[in-house]
């Protein structure tokens, strides 16, 4: 199956109080380690408005940028979405989740692949994460999104047969929001190695 992944950069960070995707954690920024979870598969990055504090990071990376990133995130998800629109599905990823573990990624792809789903969400003991795979059926709704809306709008009114929920790691639910998350994210994360 040709599934392509669509990171999402493009945001303001107005809780963060400005970029956060390049606060660093061991060393490295946040979106080059969000990117790494993604190794080997088929991406683009989509950014906005830190295009210029982002771009000499992602200079080994497919870029695409955003003019319109104010008017909220469907505008970013529907960009990724038309760079892979002949695949047969996509993974959201969120630039600001860089503890989803590659084995969470697997685990989402394999799913898919096995079952009719048109959508693969990963939960957490029970609660729903990120990334979230997309299949193509899904795209023409996704198209017709507005404003600073994902794709659970339309997950939503999906019936259950039709949604797949595979059980994953603590990372699928943790994004950095605020400066002050970083100190206990950097605690979850040591636990982790």
Same mark, same amino acid.
């Given at each position: 199956?040709?599934?392509?992944?669509?990171?999402?950069? %493009? $945001?303001?960070?107005? +809780?963060?109080?400005g970029n956060k995707l390049i606060a660093e954690i061991d060393n490295i920024p946040i979106i080059v380690k969000t990117i790494r979870i993604y190794d080997g598969l088929?991406?683009?990055?989509?950014?906005g408005k830190y295009v210029n504090e982002l771009i000499?990071?992602?200079?080994?990376?497919?870029?695409?940028?955003?003019?319109?990133?104010?008017? $909220?995130?469907?505008?970013?998800?529907?960009?990724?979405?038309r760079f892979f629109k002949d695949y047969d599905g996509v993974l959201i990823a969120l630039g600001d989740m860089p503890f989803v573990l590659r084995e969470d990624v697997e685990k989402i792809?394999?799913? &898919?692949?096995?079952?009719?789903?048109?959508?693969v969400i990963p939960v957490h003991?029970?609660?729903r994460g990120n990334p979230?795979?997309? %299949? +193509?059926?899904? &795209?023409? @709704?996704?198209d017709n999104l507005k404003g600073d809306?994902? %794709? +659970?709008?339309?997950?939503?009114?999906?019936?259950? @047969? @039709?949604l797949c929920f595979v059980e994953c790691s603590e990372g699928v639910l943790i994004d950095i929001d605020k400066k002050?998350?970083?100190?206990? &994210?950097?605690? &979850?994360?040591?636990? #982790? #190695?």
């Open positions: 199956m040709n599934i392509g992944v669509v990171i999402l950069a %493009a $945001g303001e960070g107005k +809780r963060f109080g088929e991406k683009v990055i989509v950014v000499p990071l992602l200079s080994d990376q497919i870029v695409i940028y955003n003019p319109f990133w104010k008017e $909220g995130i469907s505008t970013s998800i529907k960009l990724g979405l792809l394999k799913v &898919f692949a096995s079952k009719k789903c048109k959508a003991k029970e609660e979230v795979l997309l %299949a +193509r059926s899904l &795209f023409p @709704e996704i809306v994902g %794709a +659970r709008v339309i997950l939503n009114k999906l019936n259950k @047969e @039709e002050e998350d970083l100190m206990s &994210f950097r605690k &979850f994360h040591s636990q #982790l #190695l």
